[in-house]
């Protein structure tokens, strides 16, 4: 196998992986691309040594952790004031990221799991960045919450209450999407 | 990390969300990635100067310097000895005298060369000064808005 060709393959290992990081952080389909481009960038840079560790998975989540958050905090600030209009506009109808978020490649034979399962994914991604941001690095990448606060740069406290917030926004939003469709069927 | 698990507060939700599947990657992820690294293959001079290496970036920033720097002492250099030159002086000098001392073709050599220098250089300069200030304060004003609107949002 030729370096490019095991290099593809490297990349097909692991593109779900680096991408489900980057769009659950960042909450936004083509900055997550972006950022799993690099990581994947970075990765060939030093893939002689990569190929034969075996911490590769702990090595592209940390990557893709640190661009995603370093990204939110260069980046996002700058046009947080617009984007921020912009959501509060499109709250009423559809969130445009919910739109964009390609379905989770499920195979589960019960489609109600399934839709659950959806339902979850959509309403993570319609909560405030901070919020999300501090939900995703404590409950998927299991982080401490002094650790969130470090590598955020924000008070411990503003992220025990983002986390705190995110939950029971998302437990209230799950519960009534759940109403919803138990009323359609 | 996952030593301790137990601490994750409402640990139903926890379940659930560690129970979530991946998310697909898109199918232009792959060839995007191998197009970027075959670019970033190429020789130096065939790729944008913002993927060349540092000290080549280095290089590029020092020579647009000196060639700035250049062109401005230059321009201060040339304007007092273009102050100096009196117009009406040459401009009355008769045809024929002009022909007889150096010719039509040097004397329209002259005059062009002396447009040039008179008006269009320092016409030129001030469109270029001008436009440097006119972007600067479009630039600095659009900045300071943008900051002081990201502090008030803070």
Redesign the interface.
């Known amino acids: 196998m030729t370096d490019?060709a095991e290099?593809?393959a490297f990349?097909?290992s692991y593109?779900?992986?680096?991408?489900?990081s980057a769009?659950?952080l960042l909450g936004n389909?083509a900055e997550a691309?972006d950022i799993?481009?690099e990581v994947?960038?970075k990765a060939?840079a030093r893939f002689a040594q990569l190929k034969q560790s075996s911490t590769v998975g702990g090595w592209l989540k940390t990557v893709t952790r640190n661009l995603c958050l370093n990204h939110l905090t260069r980046y996002r600030?700058?046009w947080?004031?617009f984007s921020?209009m912009q959501r509060e506009n499109s709250e009423q109808d559809s969130p445009a990221y919910e739109e964009q978020?390609?379905?989770?490649?499920?195979r589960d034979s019960d489609e109600r799991t399934a839709n659950?399962?959806e339902i979850?994914?959509r309403a993570?991604a319609s909560l405030p960045s901070d919020q999300r941001v501090a939900l995703v690095l404590?409950?998927?990448?299991?982080?401490?919450y002094q650790d969130i606060a470090d590598q955020m740069k924000h008070s411990l406290s503003k992220v025990k209450t983002d986390i705190?917030r995110g939950?029971d926004t998302?437990?209230k939003r799950l519960e009534s999407r759940k109403e919803e469709l138990e009323m359609d069927q | 990390?996952?030593a301790n698990?137990d601490r994750?507060?409402?640990p139903q939700?926890?379940r659930?969300?560690?129970?979530?599947?991946?998310?697909?990657?898109?199918e232009?992820?792959?060839p995007?990635?191998?197009s970027?690294?075959r670019k970033?293959q190429l020789a130096w001079y065939r790729r944008p100067a913002a993927t060349w290496p540092r000290p080549l970036q280095y290089g590029l920033i020092l020579a647009c310097l000196v060639a700035f720097s250049g062109i401005a002492w230059g321009t201060i250099e040339i304007l007092p000895a273009l102050r100096a030159i009196d117009l009406r002086e040459l401009f009355s000098v008769p045809v024929t005298r002009i022909a007889a001392i150096s010719g039509t073709f040097d004397t329209l050599m002259r005059v062009g060369s002396l447009l040039g220098r008179t008006t269009i250089a320092p016409a030129l300069l001030i469109i270029a000064a001008a436009g440097s200030l006119f972007y600067l304060v479009l630039f600095g004003a659009g900045t300071a808005i943008?900051r002081s609107?990201?502090r008030i949002?803070d």
Request: net charge positive; no cysteine; proline share 5%.
């Open positions: 490019s290099f593809e990349m097909r593109q779900d992986m680096v991408f489900t769009i659950r389909h691309q799993a481009q994947f960038l060939y600030k700058r947080r004031v921020d978020l390609a379905a989770p490649d499920h659950q399962r979850l994914e993570l404590y409950h998927f990448e299991e982080m401490p705190a939950r998302l437990r | 990390m996952t698990k994750f507060e409402d939700l926890h659930e969300l560690r129970a979530q599947p991946m998310i697909k990657a898109p232009s992820l792959i995007g990635v191998l970027l690294i970033r943008l609107a990201v949002n």
